[in-house]
């Protein structure tokens, strides 16, 4: 069974920078493609960064492009999301997410998905 739980989330105030990380416990950790989500009061979860096994292809929002960096550390089975320049729509609850294939995730199909329990960003005016 996947297991999947964020660290790193907090108060920060616009411009600043948070690291949230994921810790899975997946014996099978290289198959699965690793991602961040979002789901900002009364809306949808969106999808923020994606990260192949192997870390050869990283997709990102349009939104938090050039300010997100996503990793992965296979060895450690880990996931990190560096966030910069951080604004207030940036406030949401992330989820770490493992699954098949990012190109899903982009198409906006989270089917076969794990998730963590989900780690709560606030950015501040």
């Known amino acids: 069974q996947v297991q999947l739980v964020e660290s790193g989330g907090g108060l920060v105030q616009a411009g600043g920078s948070l690291r949230l990380s994921c810790a899975a416990s997946?014996?099978?950790?290289?198959?699965?493609?690793m991602g961040w989500f979002r789901q900002a009061p009364g809306k949808e979860r969106e999808f923020v960064a994606g990260?192949?096994?192997?870390?050869?292809?990283?997709y990102y929002a349009d939104s938090v492009k050039d300010r997100f960096t996503i990793s992965r550390d296979n060895a450690k089975r880990t996931v990190a999301l560096q966030m910069n320049s951080l604004k207030v729509e940036d406030t949401a609850v992330y989820y770490c997410?493992?699954?098949?294939?990012?190109?899903?995730?982009?198409?906006?199909?989270?089917?076969?998905?794990?998730w963590g329990q989900g780690t709560q960003v606030t950015v501040s005016s």
């Open positions: 997410a493992a699954g098949p294939a990012v190109s899903n995730w982009k198409s906006g199909n989270v089917r076969g998905s794990t």
């Open positions: 997946i014996s099978t950790f290289t198959t699965y493609a």
């Open positions: 990260i192949t096994w192997n870390g050869n292809s990283i």
